[in-house]
């Protein structure tokens, strides 16, 4: 069975905007972004892996934050996702925003121009790759051992797998906030019909369900 390439989960306002622009290490999704308001329908599901305290929703929600880890064997990211620095890296000392048990338990590997030594955190390792798209997937599968990789974003990572042609499934949760500016991920939806079968899930928490798959 292929490896497949997957967006899970991947949350996005009413005008398909993911994160702010100007991300500093205060403002980890960048100036003007309040990520509870993109956030809120996970983090009341039942297996938000972060929850502390019983209860929680089930249904709909629930079942698609449950199946985050299903069959992964490795993650990519942008380099933003691992945290604000830019250009050569200044400061090894600072492990990135995922505290000491990030929350992957693979190998995940982050793209940046500046590569360096790769990071073992509890069962998460992450290696700073560069190249193009289809040469870091290429290690991902490798590393994946047979399972599916997940392709974590941020929103200019997502859009260049896109651009490659290398998603083979996608999960976008459209929220029902408005948040005015910042990076897009799409205009519509209706951008990859040309590539991808839709299905639009309403939640009854608001939020809307959109599930890609490859044609």
């Given at each position: 069975?292929?490896?497949?390439?997957?967006?899970?989960?991947?949350?996005?306002s009413s005008?398909?905007?993911?994160?702010?622009?100007?991300?500093?290490?205060?403002?980890?999704?960048?100036?003007?972004?309040?990520?509870?308001?993109?956030?809120?329908?996970?983090?009341?599901?039942?297996?938000?892996?972060?929850?502390?305290?019983?209860?929680?929703?089930?249904?709909?929600?629930?079942?698609?934050?449950?199946?985050?880890?299903?069959?992964?064997?490795?993650?990519?990211?942008?380099?933003?996702?691992?945290?604000?620095?830019?250009?050569?890296?200044?400061?090894?000392?600072?492990?990135?925003?995922?505290?000491?048990?990030?929350?992957?338990?693979?190998?995940?590997?982050?793209?940046?121009?500046?590569?360096?030594?790769?990071?073992?955190?509890?069962?998460?390792?992450?290696?700073?790759?560069?190249?193009?798209?289809?040469?870091?997937?290429?290690?991902?599968?490798?590393?994946?051992?047979?399972?599916?990789?997940?392709?974590?974003?941020?929103?200019?990572?997502?859009?260049?797998?896109?651009?490659?042609?290398?998603?083979?499934?996608?999960?976008?949760?459209?929220?029902p906030v408005?948040?005015?500016?910042?990076?897009?991920?799409?205009?519509?939806?209706?951008?990859?019909?040309?590539?991808?079968?839709?299905?639009?899930?309403?939640?009854?928490?608001?939020?809307?369900?959109?599930?890609?798959?490859?044609?």
């Amino acid at each position: 069975m292929a490896q497949l390439l997957r967006v899970q989960n991947f949350t996005v306002s009413s005008e398909g905007i993911g994160a702010g622009e100007d991300q500093t290490l205060e403002n980890p999704f960048g100036h003007g972004i309040d990520p509870s308001k993109l956030f809120t329908w996970a983090g009341a599901t039942a297996s938000w892996p972060m929850r502390t305290d019983g209860g929680g929703s089930r249904g709909l929600d629930d079942y698609l934050t449950r199946d985050y880890p299903r069959n992964i064997g490795a993650e990519i990211m942008g380099r933003n996702k691992f945290g604000p620095q830019r250009g050569p890296w200044q400061n090894h000392e600072w492990r990135g925003w995922w505290g000491d048990e990030p929350p992957f338990h693979t190998p995940v590997f982050v793209m940046t121009h500046h590569e360096r030594p790769s990071l073992t955190l509890s069962d998460t390792t992450f290696h700073f790759v560069s190249g193009d798209p289809a040469t870091i997937l290429e290690q991902a599968r490798e590393a994946a051992q047979g399972k599916d990789v997940r392709l974590g974003g941020g929103v200019s990572t997502v859009r260049q797998f896109l651009d490659a042609d290398l998603v083979d499934t996608m999960h976008v949760v459209v929220t029902p906030v408005k948040l005015g500016s910042g990076l897009r991920l799409w205009e519509s939806p209706d951008e990859l019909l040309d590539r991808f079968h839709l299905e639009v899930v309403p939640s009854p928490s608001g939020v809307t369900h959109h599930l890609f798959w490859r044609k």
